[in-house]
């Protein structure tokens, strides 16, 4: 009897039948990654490889599974690409970065159903199926001791728990810790697990192929989630899952505009009177008023150093350029007002952002302030992280605007009337 074979073909079919049994976004994520059949990884896995993403396989490793099995597994590494594990890792530590693939493995296994995915799969909630023969015969004792406590340990874990909640938990377990620092057990950790995770790229390192692979892999994801969201084929897909998918598609607000927006609607008429043309129906000089508008803004500078230099130098150059129209005060504060330091920015004017204090935060001394001036400002920006307390709600009259850092965030809820802009967006 011949041995059962897998070919490039077998996945394409493979996803072939994703489509015809409805599993849209599954389908629509692998179709559009490279197939390659290889004995370079010992069972199945994707990753970014020459500009592309690519789904792997081992073809004695997929032949001798049922049908059912192959298709758990194509769900399984579309999940890895959903929620974007293989251009992300915690670090470059070998031993954190297995059990870093352990938590991925049971955040994504919760979502499937366990009676489909092959032997030797990591599922919260379940113990580990038996190794191999040949694998368990050659372990030592020690090995076999450590294989049945980390089995014991995953059958402890819930389902439905995201891959850093995992993560921390491997971190809390002494025994797993400490057996990572054995080679002989680590080899067991390895040794576990039905999909390759070795070829993911790092996390956040700042190349050119990690930026062009995160970016890529959006585009396939939004491909991917169009197609669902005009057929309806989401399939097996749970809804928290297509919510997270649709949200984390969604454009992001260019926080430049919504600045130019704001500061676009801070403004006053000013009414002056003038005489209208004369008509020669209607001899005679008639009064009239011509009606100007500007605005005149305060921009309250957090001096405590929780906004970057670099930061603080991409908000004023946006803030200065729109100069042109509108009186614009420099305004440094810590825990007090730095009247001295106070710079009007005209249109063509140099601003020195240079700090001028480096002490705490409030935001009382800001509104004091700009209550003191209330006929002079029709609006006031307060740029900082919003470490501080509440200063109780916008002037009636004057508008009021949070300019956060990228990583600030008010630490009170902002108040009608408040609007709030954060370097480098958001959600729409």
């Known amino acids: ?199 993911w790229t790092g996390e956040d390192d700042g190349s050119e192929e990690a930026e062009a692979a995160r970016a890529k892999l959006k585009e396939i994801i939004a491909r991917a989630t169009e197609d669902c969201q005009k057929s309806g084929q989401w399939g097996s897909v749970p809804v928290e899952v297509q919510e997270r998918i649709i949200e984390s598609l969604q454009p992001e607000i260019d926080w430049r505009k919504q600045l130019r927006n704001w500061v676009g609607m801070t403004r006053r008429g000013n009414r002056s009177t003038t005489w209208r043309r004369a008509n020669k129906r209607c001899p005679g000089l008639m009064p009239s008023a011509r009606l100007a508008w500007t605005a005149s803004i305060g921009v309250f500078i957090d001096q405590s150093g929780s906004v970057s230099d670099a930061e603080l130098a991409e908000g004023w150059g946006e803030i200065a350029g729109m100069a042109r129209r509108r009186q614009i005060d420099a305004i440094p504060f810590d825990t007090e007002i730095q009247e001295e330091h106070i710079q009007e920015i005209k249109r063509g004017s140099v601003f020195d952002p240079s700090r001028v204090k480096a002490g705490g935060t409030c935001f009382s001394a800001v509104m004091d302030y700009a209550k003191k001036k209330r006929k002079d400002y029709d609006g006031i920006i307060i740029f900082t992280d919003g470490e501080a307390a509440d200063p109780g709600p916008p002037l009636r009259g004057q508008r009021r605007l949070w300019l956060l850092s990228s990583k600030g965030d008010l630490l009170f809820d902002p108040h009608p009337g408040d609007t709030v802009v954060k370097l480098g967006g958001g959600k729409k």
Request: some cysteine.
């Open 1 to 199: 009897m011949e041995e059962p074979t897998f070919t490039k073909d077998d996945l394409s079919t493979l996803i072939m039948t994703l489509v015809q049994k409805g599993e849209g976004l599954y389908a629509g994520i692998l179709f559009r990654c490279a197939r390659q059949i290889s004995e370079e990884i010992p069972t199945a896995g994707v990753a970014y490889i020459n500009k592309k993403f690519r789904l792997w396989a081992n073809p004695e490793f997929m032949a001798p599974l049922s049908r059912r099995e192959q298709l758990a597994i194509m769900k399984h590494e579309a999940l890895h690409l959903v929620f974007q594990h293989c251009t992300t890792r915690r670090t470059e530590d070998k031993r954190l970065h297995i059990i870093d693939n352990y938590a991925a493995d049971c955040a994504i296994n919760s979502l499937l159903d366990p009676e489909e995915l092959p032997e030797g799969g990591i599922i919260p909630g379940k113990a580990f199926s038996p190794v191999k023969p040949e694998i368990w015969d050659k372990w030592s004792e020690d090995q076999r001791d450590f294989h049945m406590k980390l089995s014991a340990f995953i059958e402890s874990l819930p389902l439905g728990e995201s891959r850093e909640w995992y993560f921390n938990k491997f971190l809390e377990n002494q025994e797993v810790m400490e057996g990572l620092k054995t080679p002989s057990l680590q080899e067991v950790l390895e040794e576990l697990g039905f999909d390759e995770h070795g070829n």
